[in-house]
Every structure is written in structure tokens, then in C-alpha cells.
């Protein structure tokens, strides 16, 4: 997953074995560790103070692979600028730079800045490698539960795409059960279930509500996934709350939100909804996943920043 962020972001990929990759894989490891211990200062910034006194050496170490992120997308877009072609860009950061030039040529108190570019990129990194990971890991769980959707799944990517080329995204319109059972997985275990934080930014009313500028709002997506008005049995797997009634067409109600919506919906949408596609198309096209035996499944979770699934073993038998 980090590699294709990197992709994305540094223009690159790096080799499996590349310590550069290994040293952005265990710092993003470390940081996603840490978030577990201090969650409740995400979610209530007011607990820093008693947090950082009560786990002292724990909040250090916590900052200090902070630092050591940021430090090392500082030195990669050190880099970019050293390489810039103002008529090519080649990747996130060269666009940003760009578009961060021509900015401040006009305006020195734009946004565009260098603390806002290594912010961007921490945020890319955290939000686009772990989310898509635990996506992964919660529909292959669910598929060594519920064999017979497996095999439905199975057979509709044999009947389109068969087993010798490999999926596209092109190929998702085709494969609406498919689609639905990553909807559903997305919608029965919400992978942020409280989105991120946001703030006020002025004095606002919500449906006659009052919230004052500088109030921190919470999105309670899981809320909206598991409400009975909306969704039959909303705690049970349920692919076809995604199908037409004769279950031929894929149909996303308003509801579904598991990127939140408007404005400030999570920019890496299409990216994740494609990783996922790919990953899951890709895995069922050539293996059956199922649990070891006499194993039954858990789908109990870990709620850190994301609902992770818990530890479990799954077989991956050729087919």
C-alpha cells in the first residue's frame, strides 16, 4: 500500500528491499502503534496535557517518529526541488511546488507552503497505506466466513474476466455483485467510523442546532451505516442492500458514505475504491481464502484511528 502511495506522491516506487522503504514502512508501523495508546487525544485534544505526564517516555517516542516522517519527506521534497521542471510535472509533490510558486507570486499569504506540502504528504501516507490495508484484510476475513458470497464472487470474475489476464478498473461496471460485496464490507465494518476531526471556522446552525465557531465535529459514519431506517438488519452481511431488486444492478444509496461527502470528503476516494477493486478482484480470481480448520471467524475489531480487524489466520488455497 505504501508503495503505491509513493508512487503516487514521490514518482517512484522503491524496491521491497530498498532501506528506504523498509525505514517508511516501520516509522508509518510505529505511528499507527503509538495512535493506539494516545487515541483519546485525537479525539479529545483537551487530554494532551494529562496523556504526555501519564505515558511520558511513550509521548516522546511518539513525536520523535513524528519528526523522523516529516523528516524524511522533507528530504524527498528537497529533492523534487532541486529537479523541478515548471513545464513536467511528474508526480503530487512537483504539482504542489508548481502551483505553490505560482501562488506565491501573487499572493505570499497563500496556503501553498512548505509545511502544508509535508503535511499533505504525512497525511497521504497515513490515510491512504493503513485504510486500504484493513479494507483488504476485513473482505477476506468476511469471504472465509461466507463461502457461498465467495463463490458467487467467483464465478461472476470467471464469467467476465476469466483467469488468464489480469483485472482492471474498467472491468468493476461488469461485476456488480463483486461491487457489492466491497460495499457492504465497507458498509458492515466501517473502517473510520468516525471519520476525521474537523472544526468551525465561524459561528454556524445546523438543522437548529447552534455550534460555535472553534467547535470540533466528529462525523459518526457508523451511525449512518448501522441506522434500521436506512438499511435492513444493518448488523448482518447483507451484499444485496448494494443490488437492484432482480440483483443484476448495482445500485450506492445517499447513505453510503464511507469516504464522508461534500467538499471536505476524503480526496483519495477513487484511489482507494480502485486499490480495493483490484486487490480483491485479483485475490479471488486466483485463490479461494478460507479459515483453518475448525477456526471460526472474529469479527470483533480495534478501534484506533481506523476499525481494524483482529489478528486471525486465513488460508489461501489455489484454485
Same mark, same amino acid.
Request: with cysteine.
Given at each position: 500500500m505504501s508503495n503505491i502511495i509513493s508512487a503516487f506522491i514521490f514518482g517512484r516506487r522503491f524496491h521491497y528491499d530498498d532501506p528506504k522503504r523498509k525505514y517508511l514502512d516501520d516509522r508509518l508501523t510505529e505511528f499507527q502503534e503509538y495512535i493506539r495508546q494516545f487515541n483519546l487525544k485525537t479525539f479529545f485534544p483537551w487530554m494532551k496535557p494529562f496523556l504526555s505526564i501519564l505515558k511520558a517516555r511513550e509521548f516522546r517516542k511518539f513525536q520523535e517518529t513524528t519528526e523522523? !516522517?516529516? +523528516?524524511? @519527506? &522533507?528530504?524527498?521534497t528537497n529533492n523534487h526541488k532541486k529537479r523541478l521542471d515548471p513545464s513536467n510535472a511528474c508526480d503530487y509533490i512537483d504539482s504542489f511546488l508548481i502551483e505553490m510558486r505560482n501562488r506565491q507570486k501573487i499572493n505570499n499569504m497563500s496556503s501553498f507552503s512548505d509545511d502544508?506540502?509535508? $503535511?499533505?504528504?504525512?497525511?497521504?501516507?497515513? $490515510?491512504g497505506s493503513s485504510t486500504v490495508r484493513t479494507g483488504i484484510e476485513w473482505c477476506l476475513l468476511t469471504m472465509a466466513a461466507y463461502p457461498d458470497v465467495q463463490k458467487r464472487v467467483q464465478n461472476? @470474475?470467471?464469467s467476465f474476466i476469466g483467469r488468464e489476464r489480469l483485472p482492471s478498473w474498467d472491468d468493476h461496471v461488469h461485476l456488480p455483485y463483486t461491487q457489492a460485496v466491497l460495499y457492504e464490507c465497507q458498509r458492515w465494518k466501517t473502517i473510520t467510523p468516525l471519520g476525521l !476531526? /474537523?472544526?468551525? &471556522?465561524?459561528d454556524t446552525t445546523v438543522q437548529g442546532y447552534n455550534i460555535p465557531k472553534g467547535t470540533i465535529v466528529m462525523n459518526n459514519i457508523w451511525a449512518v451505516h448501522n441506522d434500521p431506517r436506512y438499511w435492513k438488519n444493518p448488523s448482518e452481511f447483507f451484499p444485496e442492500h448494494f443490488l437492484s431488486q432482480d440483483g443484476t444492478t448495482l445500485v450506492k444509496p445517499e447513505y453510503f458514505i464511507p469516504f464522508i @461527502? $461534500?467538499? /471536505? +470528503?476524503?480526496? $483519495?476516494?477513487k484511489l482507494a475504491l480502485v486499490e480495493m477493486f483490484l486487490y480483491f478482484v485479483s485475490i479471488l480470481q486466483r485463490f479461494t481464502v478460507a479459515l483453518p480448520a475448525g477456526e471460526k471467524p472474529n469479527f470483533d475489531g480495534i478501534f484506533e484511528l481506523n476499525w481494524d480487524a483482529k489478528f486471525h489466520h486465513i488460508r489461501f488455497l489455489f484454485r
Open positions: 523522523n !516522517l516529516l +523528516s524524511f @519527506i &522533507r528530504e524527498e502544508m506540502l509535508c $503535511g499533505n504528504v504525512h497525511a497521504w501516507f497515513l $490515510g461472476e @470474475i470467471d !476531526l /474537523r472544526y468551525t &471556522r465561524e @461527502i $461534500g467538499k /471536505r +470528503s476524503c480526496p $483519495g476516494e
